[in-house]
Structure formats: C-alpha cells, structure tokens
C-alpha cells in the first residue's frame, strides 16, 4: 500500500445492500477520515432541484419526478426491478454526476490537509473503474441472510426484491476477492464493530 503525492491515503468502502457500510463510514470520519459518500452524491442528484432530475425526465418520462421535483424512486425501483436496461440507463444519467462530485470533495478534502480520504462506494467492485485510483479497498461483509434481515426491516421490502437488489450487486465472492481489508459486521453490537474500525483507521495511519 504505497501513498500517492499527495501524501494522503485514498481508501475504498464497499459492501453489498444491508452490510452496514455506511455505518462504518462514519465511524471512520469521526475519527478524522475524509468521508466522501458517492450514495449521499446520487441522492442529491435525484433530489428536488437535483441535476440529475430534468435528464432522467427526458429519458424515461415525467411520470418518474413526482410532486416535489424530485426522483420518484418508488417507480424508478420498479422500473429497474423490472427491466434491468433501466439500471444502465439510469446509471449512464447519475454516475458521471456522482464522478464530478467525487473529485472536487476529493481536491477540496486534500486542500484542507485529508490524511485519508474514504470513498464510500457501493458498486466500487462492480464499476471496475476504481482499482487504479485507490491505495487500499475495505469490503464490510456480512452473511446473505443478515442482509436480506437488516433491509427487509428498515425499508419494509419483500424479500424477493432484497434478493433482486443482492443479486443485481457484485456476489460476496467477488467483493471478499477485491478486498485489502474485511469487516465482517455480523452479529456485532455497535462497540464491536467500532473496536474493529479504530483497528482499521489505526492500521491507516489514523
């Protein structure tokens, strides 16, 4: 693991839907990494107001902004459960978008003296575009079921569309191959998992 110029670490957080991931990301950044969150990024994309929203409008039709201005994600969920041409087409809209706020947090977190950058990336393994820009990549893991579990109860979806969602991500495998670092996030209470994050950032130079 080699420092670019810059001097500070760039470091990539993964992990498929429901892993805790974004958990972990802020337990990084309250000790004093520069969290950049590429899912935060795309939100505010589709927002009301989001410059993803009058392109996705053109694309696939007014009826998918609803009254606020804003994505309905509702039915964009739908749509791209239902038709997996949707997924590329949404994602050709917002990730040159969620690209472009990646790098200027990245020069405005460096500029104010980042040691360590964190990129929280969901589809960092499956982009393939990231390899060449990151020091390290740090998968949260967890077993399949745990998943399913944790997003069934704080979003209310069926199983099947977990499933969906899961099955549309890189597999387990795949993550645990491209990983430098694993957290393995299951059946942990919070003091836990952050004992093994401040392992982690420690081993960072945090």
């Not at 470091?11 to 899912?39: Q, R, W, Y």
């Not at 038709?83 to 104010?112: F, N």
């Amino acid at each position: 693991m080699s420092r670019g110029t810059d001097q500070a670490l760039r470091i990539g957080l993964t992990g498929g839907i429901g892993s805790g991931k974004s958990t972990v990301g802020t337990m990084l950044a309250a000790l004093g990494a520069a969290l950049i969150d590429a899912d935060a990024l795309s939100r505010a994309s589709t927002a009301s107001g989001g410059s993803a929203v009058p392109l996705i409008a053109q694309a696939f039709g007014h009826d998918y902004v609803d009254a606020t201005g804003a994505l309905d994600r509702a039915r964009m969920r739908q749509c791209v459960f239902s038709d997996p041409s949707a997924r590329a087409r949404l994602e050709a809209i917002v990730h040159p978008i969620v690209l472009s706020g990646i790098a200027q947090q990245s020069q405005a977190a460096l500029q104010a003296g980042a040691r360590l950058l964190v990129l929280d990336i969901p589809l960092l393994v499956e982009s393939g575009r990231w390899a060449a820009t990151l020091d390290a990549v740090v998968v949260v893991d967890c077993r399949p079921e745990t998943q399913i579990k944790r997003v069934a109860q704080r979003s209310g979806l069926p199983r099947a569309h977990v499933q969906g969602i899961m099955d549309a991500q890189a597999s387990r495998t795949e993550r645990l191959r491209a990983a430098d670092a694993v957290l393995f996030n299951d059946g942990l209470s919070l003091a836990a998992l952050e004992a093994q994050v401040r392992s982690l950032a420690r081993s960072f130079g945090l």
